[in-house]
Nanobody, 121 residues
């Protein structure tokens, strides 16, 4: 059974860096054809794909967020992390980590519970 758990501060000040970590259990982030993914949902809006890291460490980012998004991993801890710099209140959202797979289109079979991050002074 694969489980994902987000962790990190729930409040970030504008212009600062949003940092979150996803801890994965029940499966290795370095094996399999999976994309370890960050997805967010602003209040009242739909889901937005932020980016992902593949099992070989390759990273992929949303074009709209690419300039200030970084995804990394710590394989010894089976964790992957999100850093979003220069945040604004528009970055306030529920942030999820998820496991993605591709078979013609992407499907996310396991999700974390999500963590709300508020960007505010």
């Amino acid at each position: 059974q694969v489980q994902l758990q987000e962790s990190g501060p729930g409040l970030v000040k504008p212009s600062q860096t949003l940092s979150l970590t996803c801890t994965v259990s029940g499966g290795s982030i370095t094996t399999g054809y999976y994309y370890w993914t960050w997805i967010r949902q602003p209040p009242g809006k739909g889901l937005e794909w932020v980016g992902a890291i593949h099992n070989d460490g390759s990273t992929y980012y949303s074009p709209s967020l690419k300039s200030h998004t970084s995804i990394s991993r710590d394989t010894s801890k089976n964790q992957f992390s999100l850093q979003l710099t220069s945040v604004t209140p528009e970055d306030t959202a529920m942030y999820y980590c998820a496991r993605g797979l591709y078979s013609g289109s992407y499907y996310y079979d396991y999700w974390g519970k999500g963590t709300l991050v508020t960007v505010s002074s």
